[in-house]
């Protein structure tokens, strides 16, 4: 296949919140774009995208590096513009998540792509394998998933996601774009629901909302607990959940239990909205954007919603002091004392780390190549320092897994699938030759792209033994200042 080397021109097709933005940070990075949506009903044909590129000069945080450079975002429509594709490399559709939308759009806008264009999916979860029905085998080889996360100008991550017709050097080629020119980290997934970030981040969720539940905490509570303390996000779980948006929320939880039945997954049970969410999306409380959602406030305070009255009640619940100290304690003391606890918010705390770590032993093998793919995607996904398998193998291998057995055997765990047998086969996921691929059964390098060869300090996860920029190198001065 005939190639241009760089990525020149983008295109991004839907200019809603995540086109419009994705579009804008194409700017930041002084790539050329073209905006495009449906044609407006009325007057300017680009209407609808002439208001999108001038809403993101209101959005917080600024999607734009410079408010003055929205115009640099070419406005297109559907109907008079579609020439335009043709000189464009790339060509991102970013339109609702309908599989029957995106296929109209696709016949649509096909004809219309270069010859050596490589036309990708925004979707946050829909099959690409499903995405690419109905291409001829030409464009199947220049298709792929590129999953942005919200913010995009903020959020590291991307996840990149073949079909199983995908020309490898596209991957390549997009890859080194949104590394070099996007400056974004880049994380190869496989094409199963939600991929890997929201597949584990809204798992995580869903066990914070049962456990929560479990334990007897608020969410205010179980937001001190699960955010700075644990070296997360500051907004945590719920806040984080009302930014995001709480329809979205349950859009992503509806994808995963119509698409992983129990026969695939141990922990489909679980996949179901939770009732305090469909209440709140019932009752139009979807979060930021509504001015209500797990929290809202009123005039300075912050309210939190009470599921049992059904009403908002004053936040400020904080985590118990003997829990905060706990949580100060060094990995594997840590774990021991909130495991032995009495305290409902140790106990908590402990639940919700079992479960990840069991949900992430028993889905490494299908939803990702290696350990290191699914801990980047959890921390420049979701704002974790440490990704599921990094705090694991911190706490002890070993151990660890022999408290989640008991667990199972106990019935306290939330599926009573056993670990896998490859989980006692090794002392650790992550070593200085490579992280472990539960599907090959081997440790995995680092990817050999020449765009990885130029950065002297890649970001690493523990146990990789990686340079810590901190002190590598020579001093050649030092004062006392």
């Known amino acids: 296949m005939t190639q241009t080397l760089h ?34 009903k009325d007057g300017n044909k680009n209407g609808i995208v002439d208001k999108a590129v001038a ?19 070419a406005q297109a429509n559907y109907d008079t513009d579609l020439a335009l594709l043709q000189d464009c490399d790339l060509v991102i559709e970013a339109i609702a998540e309908r599989m029957d939308w995106k296929h109209a759009l696709y016949k649509k806008v096909t004809p219309h792509l270069g010859a050596n264009s490589i036309f990708a999916s925004n979707t946050s979860g829909l099959s690409i394998n499903a995405l690419s029905d109905g291409f001829d085998d030409t464009l199947k080889a220049r298709f792929c998933g590129v999953h942005f996360f919200n913010p995009p100008r903020y959020m590291h991550l991307v996840e990149l996601i073949p079909t199983a017709h995908t020309d490898a050097a596209i991957l390549d ?20 629901p939600n991929f890997v970030a929201n597949r584990v981040g809204v798992f995580s969720i869903l066990a914070v909302i049962k456990e929560g539940e479990k334990f007897g905490l608020g969410f205010d509570v179980i937001d001190d607990l699960t955010g700075a303390k644990l070296g997360r996000a500051k907004s945590a779980t719920f806040r984080t959940s009302d930014v995001v948006g709480l329809d979205t929320m349950a859009h992503v939880i509806k994808t995963m239990q119509d698409t992983l039945p129990l026969d695939k997954d141990p922990f489909a049970a679980l996949y179901a909205t939770p009732p305090v969410l469909a209440t709140l999306v019932a009752n139009g409380a979807l979060g930021q954007k509504s001015g209500a959602g797990f929290y809202k406030k009123a005039g300075r305070d912050i309210l939190k919603f009470d599921p049992v009255k059904g009403d908002y009640a004053p936040a400020g619940g904080k985590a118990d002091e003997i829990v905060a100290r706990m949580l100060k304690k060094p990995a594997a003391e840590r774990f021991r004392l909130l495991r032995e606890s009495s305290n409902p918010q140790a106990q908590f705390l402990w639940s919700i780390f079992r479960d990840v770590w069991h949900y992430v032993a028993l889905h490494l093998a299908d939803i990702a190549d290696n350990a290191r793919d699914l801990d980047f995607a959890i921390r420049w996904g979701f704002g974790w ?3 599921p398998f990094e705090s694991w193998q911190a706490a002890g291998w070993k151990q660890i897994a022999d408290w989640i057995s008991e667990d199972i055997a106990a019935g306290k765990a939330l599926c009573s699938a056993p670990l896998p047998e490859w989980v ?58």
Do not use: W
């Open 55 to 73: 809403n993101l000069k209101k959005l917080s945080p600024a999607p734009l590096g410079e408010a003055a450079e929205a115009p640099l975002i």
């Open 385 to 387: 320092n440490e990704g």
């Open 173 to 192: 080629r997009l890859e080194t774009f949104l590394t070099t020119t996007l400056g974004k980290g880049v994380v190869r997934a496989k094409d199963t």
């Open 7 to 40: 990525i020149r021109k983008v295109a991004v097709l839907g200019a809603g919140v995540m086109g419009a933005q994705i579009a804008a940070h194409c700017v930041n990075a002084r790539v050329p774009v073209v905006l495009f949506d449906l044609p407006a």
């Open 424 to 481: 006692r086969q090794v002392d650790g996921v992550h070593k200085p030759e490579g992280s472990y691929s539960a599907a090959k059964n081997s440790f995995i390098g680092r990817s050999t792209l020449p765009v990885y060869a130029r950065q002297p300090f890649l970001q690493s996860v523990l146990g990789e033994n990686a340079p810590d920029p901190r002190t590598a190198g020579n001093t050649v001065f030092e004062d006392d200042s």
